[in-house]
């Protein structure tokens, strides 16, 4: 047999290429699967100090704790190409689902360390489908982008106002921090039921194809980079407010319900935004007049945080959550900002693998310029700086071009 005869049978003994199917039942899945990515994050947040007080944990645990998220959605989120590829993009999202509802449930069995163990597990699905989901979108809904990545953002904030307004009463009512953090399992096992059901594909071309593997590194492309840091640096600011924010309010005066509920509205005003803006900017030559509008609002909420969080703490969280609506937007530029399914995937995981590591350190360098000073001053002036970085590295990102 000659290599040219080789190569040819090793050709047809792959499997043929197949994209999900864009039915409505894979868009409810999509959209039940969004809403289980944030939960495990912003659940946290309104019930850290119980956690810290019946573990007997340091401030630097729960630093750790804030950060873990970040670092696992950078590295897991590297390698979701390649498992989409081994296992197909319908089983690689399954798995990822999967792996939530156990790291849930793990998460709450034990001591800090198991806590951090599950909370690692948990987060390495979610980071695998914050990956492959606008992948998914980009090749079943390739003539309804806008709309699906709206959709799906607004399912994203959605599912992180429900994490954080739900799980204060879930602690009160379930009897403590344990029954009320893992009853979001519940959620994880419905999302990954639905779909099972609604994964059906169909022949064509899709990352997790054989000729996905050959697509370029974009490692060398400035605009890849300029959408990785863009995409870092909304991330920092989502991460550092979803873990902290409740603290910051309870320390000027508020409650734990209503911080609770405070947090819960920076998720829910996302929700309107991700519905109304995506599709207007996919349609627009250039998304950076809207990514710089909402970064606006990001600075004017921080600046009020920074100097009289206990002043106005509602008009404050209003203001950070249009701000952090720009996360819908990071999105979209990652599907506008590559000509193909396998290219998106390439940018999806660049921008979030790296994005997401860069955003990591937010958390755990917000909590120890707190433990340092003492106070808050300090840590949201670095977060301004953030919100700055920002608006000009999204401004470039908008800009109608293809890595």
């Not at 798995?95 to 800090?112: E, F, K, N, Q």
């Amino acid at each position: 047999m000659t290599v040219h005869d080789e190569a040819s049978t090793q050709e047809k003994a792959r499997p043929a290429s197949r994209v999900l199917i864009g039915s409505g039942l894979l868009a409810a899945a999509v959209l039940l699967a969004a809403m289980n990515l944030r939960p495990a994050v912003t659940s946290v947040g309104a019930v850290l100090d119980e956690m810290r007080e019946t573990l007997g944990a340091s401030a630097t645990w729960a630093g750790a704790l804030t950060t873990v998220p970040g670092l696992c959605f950078a590295f897991a989120g590297l390698t979701a190409p390649a498992v989409a590829r081994r296992l197909g993009i319908g089983t690689a999202v399954g798995l990822s689902l999967a792996l939530l509802a156990v790291g849930l449930v793990l998460r709450v069995l034990d001591g800090p360390l198991v806590v951090l163990g599950g909370t690692l597990i948990g987060t390495a699905g979610i980071a695998l489908a914050n990956v492959l989901i606008p992948v998914v979108v980009k090749e079943s809904f390739a003539t309804r982008i806008g709309l699906m990545t709206g959709l799906y953002t607004g399912a994203l904030q959605a599912g992180g106002a429900l994490g954080s307004a739900l799980t204060p009463p879930l602690d009160s009512g379930l009897g403590g921090w344990r029954p009320g953090l893992g009853s979001w399992a519940v959620l994880a096992v419905a999302a990954f039921v639905l779909w099972l059901a609604a994964a059906r594909t169909r022949p064509g071309p899709s990352t997790a194809g054989p000729n996905a593997a050959g697509a370029r590194s974009l490692l060398r492309s400035p605009l890849a980079w300029i959408v990785t840091v863009f995409f870092g640096m909304q991330s920092c600011l989502a991460y550092i407010v979803m873990g902290w924010l409740p603290q910051v309010l309870m320390d000027a005066g508020v409650s734990r319900g209503d911080a609770g509920l405070l947090l819960g509205l920076v998720s829910l005003l996302g929700l309107p935004i991700s519905l109304l803006v995506p599709p207007l900017a996919a349609r627009s030559g250039s998304q950076s007049g809207w990514i710089v509008l909402l970064g606006v609002f990001g600075i004017a909420g921080v600046t009020g945080l920074m100097i009289a969080p206990g002043a106005a703490p509602l008009l404050w969280s209003i203001l950070v959550g249009i701000g952090m609506a720009v996360f819908s937007l990071a999105l979209t530029t990652i599907a506008l900002r590559a000509r193909s399914g396998p290219e998106t995937a390439k940018l999806s995981a660049m921008a979030q693998g790296i994005g997401y590591l860069l955003a990591a350190l937010g958390p755990f360098l917000f909590g120890l310029l707190h433990d340092l000073t003492g106070g808050w001053t300090v840590p949201f002036a670095m977060l301004l700086a953030v919100v700055v970085g920002q608006i000009v590295f999204g401004y470039f990102a908008g800009r109608p071009r293809y890595v």
